[in-house]
Structure formats: C-alpha cells, structure tokens
C-alpha cells in the first residue's frame, strides 16, 4: 500500500511560483508512474503532469514550459515546480502513483494541496 502527502499549496499572486511536493511512502520500489493531477471547482480533475520510472515526463498543453515535474529517490519525494502562475491555475492538486509505467487511471492518490493564483 502506498502513501502519498501532498504539501507546499497556498496562496500566490499571478505571475508568482509555488513548489509542490509529495512525499511517498510503503511499497514504492515498485512504483512504475508518478503524476499531478487538479481539479478546479465546477471542473473534472485533470492530468497536469506525469513521470515514469524511466525519466519520461509529459505536460498538458496548459502548463507546457512553466511547470516542472522532478523528484527525488533519495528523500521518495516527487515535485512539482510552479512558474508564470495564473488565475486558471487555480485548483486542488493531487499526487498520483500506480504500478504501470501508463497508467490508464492511477491506483493510489493524495489528498490534496490547495493552489490559489489571486491577486
């Protein structure tokens, strides 16, 4: 079973940065996929990014070249870095792990951090 915590969410003005981070724990050697996902009020959750075990990333077309998704081995914890911060960016955000490097729908999820882009 694993356990992830998400940290790091807070309020920022637009144009500002944020750093998420979620720290891992139980099983995770076989942890294929690591992503972040959001969901704004009103709105499904949506994928913002994902990584693999491979060092493979992918970006949704809305956070391309101002988000980084990144993490860490040594302390099991995954990251992601928040630039050029907009309104829009506003959501719950949530960290996701599965055993496939592809998940089709990620098995284990965080409880989420709140991100507020407001001036």
């Known amino acids: 079973q694993v356990q992830l915590v998400e940290s790091g969410g807070g309020l920022v003005q637009p144009g500002g940065s944020l750093r998420l981070s979620c720290a891992a724990s139980g099983g995770i050697f076989s942890i294929g996929a690591m992503g972040w996902f959001r969901q704004a009020p009103g709105k499904q959750r949506e994928l913002v990014a994902t990584?693999?075990?491979?060092?493979?990333?992918y970006y949704a077309d809305s956070v391309k070249g101002r988000f980084t998704i990144s993490g860490d081995n040594t302390k099991n914890t995954l990251y992601l870095q928040m630039n050029s911060l907009k309104p829009e960016d506003t959501a719950v955000y949530y960290c996701?792990?599965?055993?496939?490097?592809?998940?089709?729908?990620?098995?284990?999820w965080g409880q989420g951090t709140q991100v507020t882009v407001s001036s």
């Open positions: 996701a792990a599965d055993w496939n490097n592809y998940p089709v729908d990620y098995s284990y």
């Open positions: 990584t693999t075990r491979g060092r493979s990333t």
